[in-house]
């Protein structure tokens, strides 16, 4: 296993750019970058830049992953670009970045069923749960793309791995996997997204272990607040996520299995808005009935863990919801926000460690070196 990172939270990854980041991400000890998308690294598919960052990925010894977007149809217009470069035709245009991606080598490509709205706090934030189409239509027109894209992935000897992203439940990702075919759709798993649908991040790797071909490594802040549970990114180490049950799974089902960081975005590159909060309406009868494929295990489990975790908070080893946010972005005006490049690669460090010593102590394999946080 390679310790890399997303891309789109890299510090400084538009200012630097593509072949910068790689630079970046070598100086930080990482082995390798997740680009979103294959028009994160040339807006345009030119295939001179596209292989010299190839050139300087392998030069650097760097894995390099890619995608290449939503394809919820119903999401389309909120990413006009996917339908831009393909001149107006979106499946032509996922069909250029598959090729494109492929001829350098990227042949495990991210694809997201949704976006999430951060200026909606609850259930209304992620695509779920609009009220102009349902899930089980979006989740059809989804699965139509797929098996148009199919061909072209199978041609290429790529996978279209679907993200554990925020609206999504596993179960569903499981069931699109066995409808397109396995040898052409894949995971891409999210270790603290799944939380966000009820589910347990140990109960769903094991559900999605067999396909995952990507990750996100990432941590989370949930605990028990007004309307729900609060959610919140942090360092791998300080979440609800328990990594130590988790990593074996994953290596175990895919030792070469490239691990992501996805971390804290700085508010250098994203400055924050007031309020950030994001519920997961657990209690809400409507998000109830919205997850049929949770069981009454898991969902023992799940509020287990969250009891465990409010407990370290309650005893002061986790800071709490505001107390993070105070102390990390100046919470609750927000008009000097202190979360900036050098707290974003403490946060990168930090996180890296966390999962370099678990790895070790797991007799884990895994390659990294973070520069600020002395690593196994």
Not at 44 to 66: F, M, N, Q
Not at 83 to 100: K, L, N, P, S, V
Not at 175 to 201: M, S, W, Y
Request: net charge negative; glycine share 8%; proline share 5%.
């Amino acid at each position: 296993m390679k310790l890399g990172i997303d891309g789109l939270k890299l510090p400084e990854a538009k200012k630097r750019g593509p072949l910068g980041s790689l630079d970046h991400v070598y100086e930080l000890g990482l082995k390798g970058i997740f680009f979103s998308t294959v028009l994160d690294m040339s807006p345009d598919l030119d295939h001179g830049l596209l292989r010299d960052i190839r050139s300087k990925a392998d030069e650097l010894d760097l894995y390099l992953e890619s995608g290449i977007g939503k394809i919820n149809p119903y999401c389309s217009a909120e990413a006009p670009e996917l339908r831009a470069i393909g001149g107006g035709d979106i499946i032509a245009g996922f069909t250029r970045m598959i090729e494109a991606s492929a001829e350098i080598g990227c042949f495990e490509l991210w694809v997201s069923p949704g976006n999430f709205k951060p200026i909606y706090r609850d259930r209304l934030a992620v695509d779920r749960f609009r009220t102009d189409v349902t899930w089980e239509e979006q989740l059809t027109a989804i699965e139509k793309v797929l098996h148009k894209l199919a061909p072209v992935a199978r041609a290429h000897g790529s996978h279209l791995n679907i993200e554990t992203h925020d609206e999504i439940t596993s179960f569903e990702i499981v069931r699109l996997i066995e409808k397109v075919g396995a040898d052409c759709v894949g995971v891409v798993f999210d270790t603290a997204n799944v939380i966000q649908r009820g589910e347990h991040p140990v109960f769903a790797a094991r559900r999605v272990a067999p396909f995952v071909r990507q990750t996100h490594i990432k941590d989370a802040y949930v605990a028990r607040a007004p309307g729900g549970l609060d959610f919140q990114t942090r360092r791998c180490g300080e979440g609800i996520v328990d990594f130590e049950a988790i990593l074996p799974i994953l290596a175990e089902a895919n030792p070469a299995l490239n691990l992501s960081l996805e971390a804290a975005q700085s508010t250098d590159d994203d400055p924050r808005q007031p309020n950030p909060r994001q519920c997961i309406q657990i209690d809400d009868p409507i998000w109830r009935a919205g997850h049929p494929d949770l069981s009454a295990t898991e969902l023992e489990a799940y509020f287990a863990m969250i009891d465990a975790y409010e407990a370290r908070v309650m005893a002061g080893e986790i800071q709490d919801w505001e107390e993070y946010e105070r102390t990390q972005y100046g919470y609750p005006t927000y008009q000097e926000q202190t979360y900036g490049f050098a707290e974003a690669i403490t946060f990168i460090g930090d996180s890296a460690n966390h999962i370099g010593t678990i790895c070790k102590a797991k007799g884990i394999s895994l390659a990294f070196a973070s520069a600020n946080a002395k690593a196994a």
